[in-house]
């Protein structure tokens, strides 16, 4: 008994020091011990579009290229809260030295600092640091956590030789590897073009998320950030990556959001309703907002369902209209896992009607654009009388 011990506890160094190798590379430049998130910080995470030299063929990763991907985030141990407000690639903002372009340009221009200064004048928010992610950090980080679960909306067909992308996806929840995780997230060719590509982002943060909390995804941590460490670049302090750190640890609730506005020129920003937001999620003296049932009265809600669901969305639609809401039916191709109410921003008026018809509420730019709220019926949905549908 007494040798059995000392190698039960060899054996337990071993597995630890096999976890904890892929992080050797990380630890080396980032390397820091967890702690407190003292104030609120503010990163401008941009999703940098790959160049290329030759036809066909990739230049060698700067992350200088278009950031097709525009993130404002902020995390908040106050409200124990990370918001993240996506700014569509097609928003037209002033480039200072070069005039009026389409947002994603600004990288491409003068790299993260400008990228920071146009957003920063777009928003408002002072931004504290960047972080430039490529797109093999995708491919690579969804594979390292053993892929992740998504519920795919419709069929997804492209090819581009070029940008190496073969997307071929059915509707349905499935489990997705790297390579499929990509071609989800940059898929484009659809009725809302950038805008249905963001929520597709939301969507697949949301289930990130789930992902990494899992027993397996949090088993494979240090293997996910040691496959993605070369595919990152950013100026975050040591001291500013061991308080997210430490943030992290905390599970704080995610609260991701589209920028406000509608088809246009591009993307054009409603800017009275962005200030709301900003406000409201990035402001250092936002409130919470309080609403009743009565605030519900004449705001319009879209119901989301599959063609098996539509008993159950007609049915929810007469409890909407009792509630004075005008209700919109909305047919979806596939059966979101997860039925619940969701809402840009408006966390006050979600969470009256979550509580009035038994669904949890969600604030996600995943929300059906041009209305107040939207109902999604997912395959958990159950009647009054508490039989799923």
């Not at 054996?11 to 990380?26: E, M, R, S, T, V």
């Not at 009256?352 to 669904?359: D, R, S, T």
């Amino acid at each position: 008994m007494r040798r059995i011990i000392p190698l039960l506890i060899l054996l337990l160094l071993l597995g630890a020091a096999w976890w904890a190798y892929p992080l050797l590379q990380p630890l080396l430049r980032y390397g820091t011990l967890p702690r407190n998130l003292e104030r609120p910080l503010t990163v401008l995470l941009l999703g940098v579009a790959p160049e290329y030299k030759y036809y066909h063929q990739r230049a060698p990763e700067n992350f200088r290229g278009l950031s097709d991907v525009n993130l404002l985030v902020r995390f908040d141990p106050t409200t124990k809260r990370i918001a993240l407000l996506s700014i569509p690639r097609d928003v037209y903002v002033r480039i200072p030295g070069y005039g009026w372009y389409i947002i994603n340009h600004a990288n491409k221009f003068g790299g993260p600092e400008l990228a920071k200064q146009v957003v920063s004048n777009l928003t408002g928010v002072e931004i504290d640091a960047y972080l430039a992610v490529s797109v093999e950090a995708i491919r690579n980080g969804v594979d390292a956590l053993g892929g992740v679960t998504v519920c795919v909306e419709k069929p997804m067909k492209y090819k581009d030789t070029a940008a190496k992308l073969d997307i071929d996806l059915e509707p349905g929840c499935q489990h997705l590897s790297g390579a499929q995780a990509e071609g989800y997230l940059r898929f484009r060719h659809d009725a809302l073009g950038d805008i249905g590509r963001i929520q597709r982002q939301q969507n697949f943060f949301h289930a990130l998320k789930q992902q990494i909390l899992s027993p397996g995804g949090l088993l494979r941590i240090p293997q996910a950030i040691a496959s993605v460490e070369q595919n990152i670049r950013t100026d975050l302090t040591r001291e500013q990556i061991a308080s997210l750190l430490g943030f992290a640890l905390q599970q704080p609730q995610l609260v991701s959001l589209l920028m406000p506005g509608q088809f246009g020129q591009g993307w054009e920003v409603d800017r009275a309703q962005l200030k709301m937001l900003v406000e409201r999620y990035f402001s250092d003296t936002s409130t919470t907002a309080k609403a009743t049932l009565e605030d519900l009265r004449g705001r319009e809600a879209v119901v989301l369902y599959a063609a098996p669901q539509e008993a159950a969305a007609i049915e929810m639609r007469g409890r909407l209209r009792k509630l004075g809401l005008r209700v919109l039916l909305r047919e979806v191709e596939s059966v979101p896992l997860r039925s619940e109410v969701l809402a840009n921003g408006a966390s006050e008026l979600a969470e009256v009607l979550g509580a009035a018809i038994g669904l949890p509420p969600r604030i996600s730019g995943e929300a059906a654009l041009y209305a107040d709220l939207t109902v999604r019926i997912g395959a958990d949905f159950a009647n009054p009388n508490g039989q799923n549908q």
